[in-house]
């Protein structure tokens, strides 16, 4: 059983006892992806970390509403003449339709999610779904005099705000640091103060996505999404709000100021945030040619990697750091990753076709407070994982005869196994399901039969084997360290 | 290639020739489900119609704009007591949250739309996401003087629409047959005539999901959604709006009046229905115990199901027959269904491996304009099927040595299967269901390897093929026909 949940939250710098709002129900908002681009390990992370979190308080026996919104609002624009000319003649098939887009990649998502085990959310509102909700949020604003409009934009006035709330709690900064950081020129003319932020922004002609307003044909700034649909789904004050580090400056911060400056009301009171990912050591970027998305992990379609690495080989190296730690991502690390993996995996198969024995040489208890301890610790799955494999060890070494277990300490042992593997941890088999590891563990084989073929100077079937690959559009590999594979 | 394709239109009652509005574009609105309950066949059916649409415009090179809304604004209330006690106590998570509802059964919906392999609309629009657009319109409708507000409701004045405007070209009802119908006591007291209908009302103290508007807190009328989208996306005059029959009268009628209303403008150019299903001869109802949702003929799982049906036996079975005629589901109709689906899988599988002669004794030519001939005709997906299995024949009489193809033939019956069987019709097969096809390629590599290990007497690899494989939950089959592979 879980005891007491320590949360380490960003706001105070420091672990604290978890505790919910309403008896036995917990909100949590978390930032969900922009769908104008493929989901990459930028997604993955916050999207294994909360579905975790997720998980885990439902366990718990919370009662848990988990929002993830989907940012659809973007700022796509029109060349300006082309524009105009369309719609003199009304060809508005013609034109580029952003919802078009965002339904491309908001599938995409999804699927990507799906083949990770990411349970979805209980709600995914959409911010072009919450237009309404946002302006009624600025009105608030304007009229507590946090505010002020100008040529049809709305910007909040940090320096006003700041005489009442300190501005800067989450971030750490206090404004002159904003204000040294202040690089964004954008409507800087019209601002009171480089560090004021735009909560509506008035659209110019090109603007695609734009909506009519107490302030004009605009649309609003990207900030108040967050602050007007965590209010709406979990109220003016909830449990969790979590998403990636970098969004803790300036997003998470603007969304604080929002909400007190519309609701005089401080709206979340545990800040969580996933460190970030590099790539071989280095931030991903596509200049920098480490820009790998997840359907290429899947399918191994990327130059940068060796192979295919299934979903669950990506969830448990995300899972085997902690979440507030960097994950670096390298062939050899997602190779250790798939070992383990499996290890973890076929552990799970052994451990049911177990036989009891009289008497127990393992203290199953122990293994399980063990398991909740790391869990309560502020979610600290690669404690809990290092734990499993104590269990691993045991479930081989009773398999092999050199520990035993009663029949109730094995029943125990396979609803720990259950409950933390399959789901906390949300791992589930690959094996039979179709997915890469099959192809994984067939094309295994077959190059062990190209191995042995080359041993034997059996070079007619070692060809063959080549040739047909090349055919199924497999692609080998041969190096010093042996053969590998790769869809070409 | 498709000549000219002609579409029955619901709104002259004959097939006319489709042209486009924009040339080479097409703009297609359907209407999507109400996501307050399972998927079922009458999803199902519109589902499957209309992708076949979808997929036939886009074959026969238009690029087309495809729009199916979800249906989210539902009609949930509050007790009204508890609701303000709990109001009172700002335990807004204890509160039932309608969008955790529409979450919950939107998965459902993309999940079977998925099974049955029908492909993603270009946009998926939701009401909820829509209610400025919906205000927008609903203004213009009242400027133009065709709408009249009474206690914060908006109603459309038909009498007065129908001074301009016939009111009922849709479903042939004059006004006169409308009043008699009309029973409808919503509002009564408030309308100026019971054939007015609300485009906005107002919401009581225990409607959960309502806006501000400029006529008080309420929602719009249930019409309003797809005519502001439809607008939205594809523009004031569009090519097709498509639906069920059922929503004739009044959905489409109302639509029809909201958009020449506001815009005095013809919203649709072709109206498509598709007609109804019916299980056993009976209209499907909760009350007659005939109500099957469509994972339950996924699984089996209805007390009315002898088994199981696959996905691509229901759209089998919806496609062959016509969209505009009624469907009667029934155990022997889906296992006829089944037979024929499987019949025509097994010769698109045999198509691949037969093998060229000197002359053909089949006319290939006259099967592809049969075939396009059959979905010109307002998409007649039975003659369709029905030409697709005189090719079944020839390709088992082919195979069989009793009629002959050339080369070129081959290769052209190839692409007519390819392009009416999968790519129009949207059939895959489900055989080895559980892997993909690289597993499958990659296995029959295998095969082939332990087939010429033993033919080369060389059993260690014929044993060590069999043995690998089994620990990775294959099994080898070996029989007359050759060696074939399952997962254990």
């Not at 077959?446 to 060809?463: C, G, P, Q, T, W």
Request: charged content about 25%; overall charge negative; proline content about 3%.
């Amino acid at each position: 059983m879980s005891k007491e949940i320590q949360i380490y939250n960003t706001l105070t710098r420091k672990k604290e006892v978890f505790t919910s709002i309403v008896e036995n129900h917990v909100g949590m908002y978390v930032c969900g992806p922009t769908v104008y681009g493929d989901p990459h390990l930028g997604h993955a992370r916050p999207g294994i970390t909360f579905d975790v979190v997720f998980r885990y308080l439902k366990h718990a026996d919370y009662k848990v509403r988990y929002v993830r919104n989907i940012t659809d609002a973007g700022h796509l624009e029109n060349d300006a003449d082309e524009g105009e000319d369309k719609i003199v003649k009304r060809a508005r098939l013609e034109q580029l339709e952003p919802m078009e887009i965002v339904q491309f990649f908001t599938i995409s998502y999804h699927s990507a999610m799906e083949k990770l085990n990411c349970l979805p959310p209980s709600i995914e509102p959409r911010a072009t779904g919450h237009i309404i909700e946002q302006i009624e949020m600025i009105k608030g604003i304007l009229e507590n005099g946090f505010a002020y409009e100008v040529n049809g934009s709305v910007y909040l006035d940090v320096n006003k705000y700041n005489e009442k709330y300190p501005y800067g709690t989450l971030s750490g900064r206090n404004l002159e640091d904003t204000l040294e950081g202040t690089r964004d020129l954008d409507g800087q003319s019209e601002k009171k103060s480089p560090v004021d932020f735009a909560i509506w922004k008035k659209a110019s002609a090109e603007h695609i996505m734009k909506w009519r307003s107490p302030w004009g044909e605009g649309f609003p700034g990207w900030h108040m999404e967050c602050s007007a649909m965590g209010q709406k789904y979990l109220g003016r004050n909830f449990d969790i709000h979590g998403g990636g580090m970098d969004l803790v400056f300036p997003h998470h911060e603007a969304e604080i100021a929002q909400s007190n400056a519309c609701n005089d009301c401080n709206p979340v009171n545990y800040w969580m945030h996933n460190n970030m990912i590099t790539v071989d050591g280095k931030k991903m970027g596509k200049s920098l040619g480490n820009f790998i998305n997840l359907e290429e992990f899947f399918t191994g379609s990327h130059a940068k990697l060796e192979r295919a690495y299934s979903p669950m080989t990506i969830r448990f190296f995300i899972l085997q750091a902690h979440y507030r730690s960097t994950v670096d991502f390298s062939n050899a690390a997602l190779q250790a990753a798939e070992k383990g993996f499996n290890k973890l995996m076929n552990a799970m198969e052994t451990l049911q076709k177990l036989e009891p024995s009289e008497k127990s040489t393992y203290d199953v208890n122990e293994l399980e407070q063990n398991c909740y301890a790391a869990m309560d610790d502020d979610f600290n799955t690669p404690i809990l994982i290092a734990h499993l494999f104590d269990g691993v060890r045991i479930i081989n070494s009773v398999k092999d005869g050199k520990e035993s277990l009663t029949s109730s300490n094995l029943e125990k042992l396979k609803n720990v196994f259950t409950a933390f593997v399959t789901d906390i941890l949300g791992f589930i088999s690959t094996k039979g399901n179709g997915e890469n590891d099959l192809t994984n563990e067939v094309m295994e084989l077959v190059l062990k039969l190209r191995e042995n073929a080359k041993k034997n100077k059996d070079f007619k079937s070692a060809d063959l084997i080549r040739d047909e690959l090349d055919k199924t559009g497999i692609q080998i590999k041969d190096s010093r360290e042996g053969s590998s594979w790769k869809l070409k």
